[in-house]
């Protein structure tokens, strides 16, 4: 039975993540600390502590295994067997489990185990040194996709090989265990926030993707295709779901063939970037549901309120003092929610806020997609502004 | 032109209003400090940082002031001149004016100035002894609302007096500065939570508001009154704000008489409990929209979402270190959303949460009233429950 105040609980990882997790928890009654390598991290202003600490730090697992009720994580670069060891010597459970990390955060590893489990995937093979390479191209074709096994988020770790003369330099900038993927011919890109909660699975509305330079830039709900495929991105990710160990949220990444057949991407044990739309588009967000879920408590309704869009807020200047110009469009546009982040230093490509649009009931997606770009496109970091 | 990081905001006290305010704050790259007499208060965990010293403590202002860029209040019982010295040696400005509280802390001088500029009021007159009393009964007739002039909120300060016998203890009661109201026959109570930005005036939808024991239990948006009411309402809500000098929110409670007139009961210049509803009910929060407005940014649509309903979670023990039971069916509940303000002490009637529901379009808000009363009377403080 659930009683109020609410557990105490611990992030590993102070990101942007951390802090939208820390603002879901304070109306639960659920107190945050969390922990990071960065002084005062994006989630510190908002949560009770920040405890400073790699992610590969035993002293800091501990100090914040010690401060709290639950651990969880926000990124999956911590080292899921200290975590594991700290969680029993503590005595402070941990969710998801650590195994799963374990096994999400080798891409080759999760791609075999879920190929085994019957989740269609990309046909991949893994790869030490260039004659791997050739001979996965013989097979396979080029273009090939070089993907380092571990560490790799917003296609960092990613490179793409044309051709045979692609290969040696790939492997060099990629530098580790690796294994590449045969070219997908995608019609779009999906994904599904998923959760497992004490014995409940659910999943979020499929939600439309949409990368550039494998990064994401925004994101559409509903996604704009047909109930079949929407149908058949449903039935994978539970079947994804099925194979993992721990409770919590899941971003669950997919491809939607040209034909309309549905591959499986990415999995990422954890809140995630395509799911940022549900804060304002669903009844309960992915965070809130992150936090019901590792907690054990009842999980809330996945429904979507209405269309809504989300566009990222992304470097456009090399690493400086952040300051964002031109928000007041954004504060002014109708429906328009403001997501920052807080991070002193910007540099292209990161990661520094985001935008939510909701719509009215039927509301075109594509012209929402449209308007919240063209609010978000006048957003710079670039003193020029001024 | 807004830039991000934002201003960083200082509150004047750290209850659940200034939990929820830097709620608010955190997605749009606003940082919050807080003060407060009592030691981490419900909105320390979420602040950056709480500094403890009262409401008239010229030393915990200055300090305040001196750590942040833009200074506010979440309660009345804030020393109006002091807060305006310290924002003038400081160079720190304070919204709402010190002025407009100063106008709105004595219940007196705030219906006189109502009064005065046409907005229509119960009767009242100004009484120091007994006699005064039984005058103004004489010409408003029994049963009469005798009100502290200063420092009452959730009708604390306000005692009823039924005949002439009530007097001698209702004014010893209430000991000090009082007035008395005459009874108002009303049909409902409404209210309105308004808004002053920066050049801009707007106002939420009208919100019904249920009290007993004349602390607020319910509210229901859309209000179940006709739409020349809800207009006539809305016209004197801008009459009020017209009076007001100072940026921010401001909830604006009225009587809703039998005849359909509208009275104007009382002002609270800040977020109130009447605007809760707003966080999942709106487009902008009453919480947001109050950021908004004391940092001179636009102002967020007040549109309503949907049919919402809010329902005050209060104590209902003796004092007590607060655990709140049977919590797993409010998390249950479709469109129920939890607010627990983390408070460590629980007695008779203190404001502990509030839940909010919301409905589909097109819900009855009277169903749906029920539907919520049912799961927050479910809730108690009470360990017999465990």
């Given at each position: 039975?659930?009683?109020?105040?609410?557990?105490?609980?611990?992030?590993?990882?102070?990101?942007?993540?951390?802090?939208?997790?820390?603002?879901?928890?304070?109306?639960?009654?659920v107190e945050v600390a969390v922990s990071d390598p960065t002084e005062d991290a994006p989630a510190?202003?908002?949560?009770?502590?920040?405890?400073?600490?790699?992610?590969?730090?035993?002293?800091?697992?501990?100090?914040?295994?010690?401060?709290?009720?639950?651990?969880?994580?926000?990124?999956?670069?911590?080292?899921?067997?200290?975590?594991?060891?700290?969680?029993?010597?503590?005595?402070?459970?941990?969710?998801?489990?650590?195994?799963?990390?374990?096994?999400?955060?080798?891409?080759?590893?999760?791609?075999?185990?879920?190929?085994?489990?019957?989740?269609?995937?990309?046909?991949?093979?893994?790869?030490?040194?260039?004659?791997?390479?050739?001979?996965?191209?013989?097979?396979?074709?080029?273009?090939?996709?070089?993907?380092?096994?571990?560490?790799?988020?917003?296609?960092?770790?990613?490179?793409?090989?044309?051709?045979?003369?692609?290969?040696?330099?790939?492997?060099?900038?990629?530098?580790?265990?690796?294994?590449?993927?045969?070219?997908?011919?995608?019609?779009?890109?999906?994904?599904?926030?998923?959760?497992?909660?004490?014995?409940?699975?659910?999943?979020?509305?499929?939600?439309?993707?949409?990368?550039?330079?494998?990064?994401?830039?925004?994101?559409?709900?509903?996604?704009?295709?047909?109930?079949?495929?929407?149908?058949?991105?449903?039935?994978?990710?539970?079947?994804?779901?099925?194979?993992?160990?721990?409770?919590?949220?899941?971003?669950?990444?997919?491809?939607?063939?040209?034909?309309?057949?549905?591959?499986?991407?990415?999995?990422?044990?954890?809140?995630?970037?395509?799911?940022?739309?549900?804060?304002?588009?669903?009844?309960?967000?992915?965070?809130?549901?992150?936090?019901?879920?590792?907690?054990?408590?009842?999980?809330?309704?996945?429904?979507?309120?209405?269309?809504?869009?989300?566009?990222?807020?992304?470097?456009?200047?090399?690493?400086?003092?952040?300051?964002?110009?031109?928000?007041?469009?954004?504060?002014?546009?109708?429906?328009?929610?403001?997501?920052?982040?807080?991070?002193?230093?910007?540099?292209?490509?990161?990661?520094?806020?985001?935008?939510?649009?909701?719509?009215?009931?039927?509301?075109?997606?594509?012209?929402?997609?449209?308007?919240?770009?063209?609010v978000r496109d006048e957003l710079t970091f670039d003193d020029a502004a001024e």
């Amino acid at each position: 039975m659930t009683t109020l105040p609410g557990p105490t609980l611990g992030v590993v990882g102070a990101g942007q993540l951390g802090r939208m997790l820390a603002e879901a928890a304070a109306p639960l009654g659920v107190e945050v600390a969390v922990s990071d390598p960065t002084e005062d991290a994006p989630a510190a202003p908002v949560a009770r502590e920040q405890l400073v600490g790699g992610f590969d730090d035993r002293e800091t697992f501990r100090r914040l295994a010690e401060r709290v009720d639950v651990l969880t994580f926000e990124i999956e670069l911590v080292d899921p067997e200290l975590l594991q060891a700290v969680s029993e010597e503590t005595n402070t459970p941990v969710h998801p489990n650590p195994e799963t990390l374990s096994l999400i955060e080798d891409k080759l590893v999760q791609k075999r185990r879920m190929e085994a489990a019957g989740v269609p995937v990309p046909p991949f093979r893994a790869v030490e040194k260039a004659a791997d390479v050739y001979e996965a191209a013989e097979e396979l074709g080029y273009p090939l996709m070089l993907k380092a096994r571990m560490g790799g988020y917003d296609g960092r770790g990613n490179v793409a090989i044309e051709d045979a003369s692609d290969v040696e330099p790939a492997l060099e900038q990629v530098a580790g265990p690796a294994m590449v993927e045969g070219f997908v011919d995608y019609e779009r890109e999906l994904a599904i926030m998923g959760v497992k909660g004490d014995g409940e699975i659910d999943t979020f509305p499929v939600t439309e993707t949409i990368h550039r330079e494998e990064i994401l830039r925004e994101t559409v709900a509903p996604a704009r295709t047909d109930e079949g495929t929407i149908e058949r991105a449903e039935g994978i990710a539970h079947d994804v779901l099925a194979e993992m160990s721990g409770r919590g949220v899941y971003g669950i990444e997919l491809f939607e063939g040209s034909d309309g057949d549905i591959l499986l991407n990415e999995i990422a044990p954890r809140p995630h970037n395509s799911g940022h739309w549900t804060i304002e588009g669903c009844v309960t967000s992915q965070f809130e549901q992150h936090v019901r879920a590792v907690l054990g408590w009842p999980l809330g309704s996945t429904e979507r309120r209405c269309p809504t869009v989300s566009a990222n807020i992304l470097g456009d200047v090399g690493r400086q003092k952040a300051t964002l110009y031109n928000v007041d469009r954004a504060l002014e546009a109708d429906g328009c929610h403001l997501h920052y982040y807080g991070k002193d230093e910007v540099y292209e490509l990161r990661k520094m806020g985001h935008l939510t649009r909701t719509g009215a009931d039927g509301a075109d997606p594509t012209e929402l997609l449209e308007a919240t770009r063209a609010v978000r496109d006048e957003l710079t970091f670039d003193d020029a502004a001024e």
